[in-house]
């Protein structure tokens, strides 16, 4: 089972910031928290991943809190294309495959 | 970016029939791929992963024998919808890792395949 929480749906105005909040209250010391997102009837597309350390890269920026049972993903000017499906999962790196959970639907609304 | 195909991207076949999906990782060597399966408007289901040189993992409740995966090479791991009805009738999406990055993150994802049924 998915070890992480999301809102079913949320909006955001286009050249706005888009917040998606997950809970990952259950998340293990070795495990780090993977963000990707979905557009439909695509393959998922990987967003950024971090461990414990705010990571920002060309597409989003990633706010782990401190006790790491949750995290955000920035989407710092949100755009029409960045209508999605994102999922946050929690997850380990090399040969553990990613289990993903129900996700948050984004629409940018222009 | 690594990137992984899908081959075919849609397939509509008859009912018993068999359908082959194959899935390759174009730029990097992959051990260990992962084939997903996503009906409409749900999530993305782990179905097995897909070991090189040796037998597949199923998750709980898929059918080995219904879904047999081969994974020759580094580069290609096949998916056999065998006797396929109407309620297999789904998008398949496979994904991999590469193998020569230690502790790999990042899954890259194929375009997947929409297989329909009749």
């Known amino acids: 089972d998915a070890k992480t929480t999301q809102p079913p749906s949320m909006d955001c105005a286009e050249g706005r910031a888009a917040n998606l909040p997950c809970n990952h209250s259950t998340i293990s010391g070795n495990e780090y928290v993977y963000w990707y997102r979905q557009i439909h009837s695509q393959g998922p597309q990987y967003i950024i991943h971090?461990?414990?350390n705010n990571e920002t890269n060309e597409m989003a920026s990633l706010i782990i809190t401190e006790d790491r049972k949750s995290s955000t993903l920035i989407l710092p000017h949100a755009t029409l294309r960045d209508t999605a499906v994102y999922y946050c999962?929690?997850?380990?790196?090399?040969?553990?495959?990613?289990?993903f959970g129900k996700g948050t639907r984004l629409s940018v609304i222009a | 970016g690594a990137v992984v195909s899908q081959h075919p991207s849609r397939v509509i076949c008859k009912s018993g029939t068999s359908v082959k999906i194959e899935c390759r990782s174009l730029?990097?060597?992959?051990?260990?791929m992962f084939w997903y399966r996503q009906f409409p408007k749900k999530s993305l289901m782990l179905m097995a992963t897909?070991?090189?040189?040796?037998?597949?993992?199923?998750e709980q409740g898929v059918e080995k024998d219904k879904f047999l995966i081969n994974h020759a090479s580094l580069t290609l791991s096949t998916l056999t919808v065998t006797s396929a009805h109407p309620e297999d009738s789904s998008f398949y999406i496979c994904s991999a890792r590469d193998s020569l990055v230690a502790g790999a993150h990042t899954q890259y994802f194929g375009p997947g395949t929409r297989l329909t049924v009749l």
């Open positions: 897909s070991n090189e040189g040796s037998k597949a993992t199923y």
């Open positions: 971090g461990l414990k």
């Open positions: 999962i929690v997850g380990r790196s090399g040969n553990t495959p990613l289990v």
């Open positions: 730029d990097f060597q992959a051990t260990t």
